[in-house]
């Protein structure tokens, strides 16, 4: 099974907002409304952002969202700051206690 | 609050096996499952499998069949993940998470580095 699909970087100002996609395909993405993301800091283990598609866990800033169309979902991070430069990971439940992760995507605050 | 605590570094010859613990802390251990998931240097997140909270069912990444094993003791709420005829592209931070429709909560990660 092939990872998803993500931008290998993407980068913007601050306060700006970028998204981030997720492409999978019908036996992930497309069949759950499961998919989260997470943030990694180098060195550092991920953290959790958004799970079930659009929430948040505690702790999380509003300025981090999550939606999905058909295979594809995506975060979105408005108001840019420098500390959200990290490496982002989606992940999507596949079903049979099985999980899938993306490649990853470094973002690159400017 | 939820913590996985998980094993030291490891270091380990070509062929040999290594066994990663992982202690969970702040949650009811037997109401979720655990994630293993590694990351080789300067790669992306790949998942390697899953083993319920009471130890009765696993779930093991086609890539890992055969060379993995994951268990888990609810007396001492630890789980573990045995890995087999290690390779050197087996070199990475693996990690374990709570798993139930999302993999929340991470361990620090453990360092396993395949030496020749």
């Known amino acids: 099974q092939s990872a998803l699909t993500q931008p290998a970087s993407v980068s913007g100002s601050p306060g700006q907002s970028i998204s981030i996609s997720c492409t999978g395909s019908?036996?992930?993405?497309?069949?759950?409304?499961?998919v989260s993301w997470y943030q990694q800091d180098p060195g550092k283990a991920p953290r959790l952002i958004i799970y079930e598609g659009n929430k948040r866990p505690s702790g999380v800033s509003y300025r981090f969202s999550g939606s999905k169309s058909g295979e594809t979902a995506s975060l979105t991070i408005t108001g840019l700051q420098a500390e959200d430069e990290a490496d982002y990971y989606c992940?999507?439940?596949?079903?049979?206690?099985?999980?899938?992760f993306g490649g990853g995507t470094k973002l690159t605050v400017l | 609050q939820v913590q996985l605590v998980q094993s030291g570094v490891e270091v380990k010859k070509y062929g040999a096996s290594v066994k990663v613990s992982c202690k969970a802390s702040g949650y009811t251990f037997s109401g979720y499952g655990i994630s293993w998931v590694r990351q080789a240097p300067g790669q992306g997140l790949e998942w390697m499998g899953w083993i319920s909270g009471n130890n009765d069912k696993t779930k093991y990444g086609q890539k890992f069949q055969g060379r993995v094993t994951m268990t888990s003791d609810t007396s001492t709420n630890t789980a573990y993940m045995e890995l087999r005829s290690l390779r050197y592209d087996d070199t990475a931070m693996y990690y374990c998470a709570r798993a139930w429709t999302t993999v929340d909560h991470w361990g620090q990660g453990t360092l396993v580095t395949v030496s020749s």
């Open positions: 019908s036996s992930d993405v497309g069949s759950y409304a499961l």
């Open positions: 992940c999507s439940y596949a079903g049979g206690n099985t999980w899938i």
